[in-house]
């Protein structure tokens, strides 16, 4: 199942979390989306972006209009109560 829980997050550094809230708020990014987003140097996304697919709070997908790269996007958290 794709979700998470937020206590992961809480856990992280400061630029996994400045990572997240960007992808939380415009949906899909790749990953030169998200540096040029956040301002953050090459290298400091990188290792946001692994982090959180450590924490399995990131998913990656493949990007079909340039195979280089990736499209990176945020699973649902699991705490989180659906409305019916």
Do not use: C, H, W
Request: without cysteine.
């Amino acid at each position: 199942m794709n979700e998470f829980n937020y206590e992961k997050l809480e856990k992280l550094p400061p630029s996994a979390k400045l990572v997240f809230k960007t992808l939380e708020a415009k949906g899909q990014m790749t990953q030169k989306d998200i540096i040029r987003e956040t301002i953050l140097p090459s290298r400091t996304v990188r290792y946001a972006i692994n982090r959180l697919k450590e924490e399995k709070i990131l998913m990656e997908r493949f990007y079909f209009i340039d195979s280089r790269q990736s499209l990176y996007e945020i699973k649902k958290p699991s705490n989180q109560v659906l409305a019916v």
